[in-house]
């Protein structure tokens, strides 16, 4: 990391609004760093309330100190994918020891990311993997293994879907925030992982710009048509080397014909990518 960008970014952030508590501010430039990401790709208008609610209790001043601890942000992002807002978090002082809230280190998030997964990376055969991360706290395990993507030379853009789930609203903006400055196609929900209640579900920008409803989509129902069928024999491969076209395509290579004993209807709509109950960390 940056130490004269993070010292850069602590006293601009000291100079800010005195007589509020440090840890509203922190909460108030998180929350409308994520939905200007948001609004900018696809505007939400209750989203948009908010901003202005929250822009509208400072000053002048102020408001274009909370631009430079974006483009500091920015800044500290571009080297590498790593948790620099949890970082900074912990610095300030402003995690929630009551809670038990502490953002896991970038260098052990790496080192735990490259152990477990590393060598799987190395042979991706398939046209996306998938990522859920329960507890993401501000994203630092997801942006761990991201950064083991590239030095497989795989575009986590193209190649990741990833769902991050916290209960703590602020905690996951920040994942937010880092995802998309980072262009990770992702869902990051608001809620309770283990009674499954959930009170927010955005959308990064990468998820709209590299049209991932769509691979989504097909990939709903692949897993509809193996289970129809009764398959484990049915893929979806990436076409052939002579072929230009990108889309998945189904090859068969067996189909199981005895009936399927489920008398529940199957259905294969989808409008947008459903939180599951599995909460599984890493489905490869």
């Known amino acids: ?70 483009a500091c942000t920015i800044n500290l992002l571009e080297d590498e994918p790593r948790d620099i807002l949890g970082v900074l978090c912990m610095e300030l002082e402003l995690g929630n020891e009551v809670a038990g809230q502490f953002f896991t280190p970038p260098d052990i998030s790496k080192m735990m990311a490259k152990i477990i997964y590393g060598d799987k990376l190395k042979a991706l055969d398939m046209p996306f993997i998938s990522l859920s991360e329960p507890a993401c706290g501000s994203g630092g395990m997801v942006l761990a293994f991201v950064h083991s993507m590239l030095e497989e030379k795989h575009n986590p853009a193209e190649k990741l879907w990833v769902q991050c789930i916290d209960i703590d609203r602020v905690a996951a903006l920040m994942c937010y925030i880092q995802l998309s400055l980072w262009n990770i196609p992702a ?91 599995q909460v599984d960390m890493f489905d490869l």
Not at 12 to 36: E, V
Request: net charge neutral; with cysteine.
């Open 1 to 70: 990391m940056n130490s004269t960008e993070k010292q850069q970014f602590i006293k601009i952030f000291n100079r800010i609004a005195s007589h509020k508590h440090r840890y509203l501010i922190f909460s108030d430039f998180i929350t409308m760093s994520a939905i200007a990401l948001h609004n900018a790709v696809n505007k939400s208008e209750s989203l948009e309330q908010e901003y202005l609610k929250i822009v509208g209790g400072y000053e002048r001043p102020d408001i274009d100190r909370f631009c430079q601890l974006l």
């Open 187 to 277: 869902e990051i929900v608001v809620g309770n992982t283990l009674s499954l209640q959930f009170r927010e579900v955005l959308y990064t920008p990468a998820y709209y710009l590299n049209n991932w409803r769509l691979k989504l989509e097909e990939r709903e129902r692949l897993n509809s048509a193996k289970k129809i069928m009764g398959s484990e024999e049915i893929l979806m491969k990436n076409p052939p080397n002579n072929s230009s076209n990108t889309t998945p395509y189904f090859e068969t290579t067996k189909i199981n014909t005895e009936p399927h004993q489920n008398n529940e209807p199957l259905s294969i709509e989808k409008k947008e990518p459903k939180i599951e109950g």
